[in-house]
C-alpha cells in the first residue's frame, strides 16, 4: 500500500515548473481592457490625423 505521508516527503518540485512561474510572474500580461484602450487611443489619433485633410 502506498504511504502518502512519506510520498510527499519525497516530493520535489520540477525546475522547469519553477521556472516557468517566474517567468510568467516577471511577464507584463496584459488583459482585454487593456488591448481595447490602446485600440481605443490608436483610433483616436488616427481619426484625428484624418479630419486635417
Do not use: G
Amino acid at each position: 500500500m502506498i504511504n502518502f505521508d512519506e510520498e510527499l516527503k519525497k516530493y520535489k518540485p520540477s525546475l522547469e515548473v519553477d521556472q516557468a512561474e517566474e517567468a510568467i510572474q516577471r511577464n507584463d500580461l496584459r488583459d482585454v481592457i487593456d488591448i481595447v484602450e490602446e485600440m481605443m487611443k490608436e483610433f483616436r489619433n488616427d481619426s484625428k490625423r484624418f479630419k486635417q485633410f
